[in-house]
């Protein structure tokens, strides 16, 4: 997929991935619609992009507010008369065992990580089939392959963003409208650090596993940036990000029920 001209919607763009893989496709000339709810990063990107050459603009967007996104493409519209790319990078995380997780904090996550893409997935559809070539392109995670303890918010949302993007693809087989599912491994993003906290959960535990996690993250988003972007040119339904997210996913496919009692043997060592 050719991007230079191309006009792509990037949301969570203010920081992380979606800044750095907005940045990847400005270098290729791609124009960039960007959101985050972060408006002040979000402007930030949006001007290290038109550096770069290409038209950018910058949106606050909560991908959670129904009516927010619903109106959404109609802005974009007016800004770039065209949509060809869309991805749906926004996300938040949230600690702690599902028993000490409130229902309130699991549905909180579950509308950004999960609905927040169908929304917004469903809100752009109509714009993307008027390319000659679009592609949507939607950020799981490596939890959405392996479930370690402690996530089972996240890892659920994530799963269901793999489920919904390999749905949509066999739906739109055919059409001018391609998908994609991204598994990031460890990438040195701040979402580690932003993580909500439940009320049931113990200061030491919160400090040790938020400890244990930013250990793990460590790619620059900007090498991640460029691995997704490269994926996306060769339009590849499935985007590994890291040698971790490749091993993941082949110990899970070797070993589906028992791949977890070797990833803790290889945590200890």
Request: net charge positive; proline share 3%.
């Amino acid at each position: 997929m050719k991007l230079t001209n191309r006009v792509a919607v990037i949301t969570g763009a203010g920081s992380g991935i979606g800044r750095a893989t907005a940045l990847a496709m400005a270098r290729r000339g791609c124009h960039l619609a960007l959101a985050d709810i972060d408006e002040a990063a979000v402007q930030d990107t949006a001007r290290a992009a038109q550096a770069l050459g290409v038209r950018a603009t910058a949106h606050r967007l909560d991908v959670a507010d129904r009516d927010a996104v619903r109106a959404f493409p109609d802005e974009v519209k007016a800004a770039h008369q065209q949509v060809d790319l869309l991805m749906n990078n926004a996300g938040v995380a949230l600690g702690g065992t599902f028993e000490q997780v409130s229902e309130a904090d699991f549905n909180w996550l579950m509308e950004i990580n999960f609905h927040g893409v169908v929304r917004m997935t469903r809100a752009f559809l109509p714009l993307l089939h008027r390319s000659d070539e679009a592609r949507v392109v939607n950020v799981s995670s490596i939890y959405g392959i392996i479930t370690p303890p402690g996530q089972a918010a996240y890892s659920a949302s994530k799963f269901a963003v793999r489920g919904f993007s390999n749905v949509l693809r066999h739906e739109l087989e055919g059409s001018t409208v391609g998908v994609s599912v991204v598994h990031p491994g460890g990438v040195a993003t701040s979402i580690a650090k932003n993580a909500r906290i439940p009320a049931g959960a113990y200061g030491i535990d919160v400090e040790r596993g938020r400890n244990s996690m930013e250990k793990l993250l460590r790619m620059p988003p900007e090498q991640a940036g460029e691995i997704i972007v490269r994926g996306i040119e060769k339009r590849q339904a499935r985007i590994l990000v890291g040698s971790d997210a490749k091993a993941a996913a082949l110990l899970e496919r070797l070993a589906p029920v028992g791949y977890w009692n070797i990833l803790k043997k290889a945590i200890k060592r």
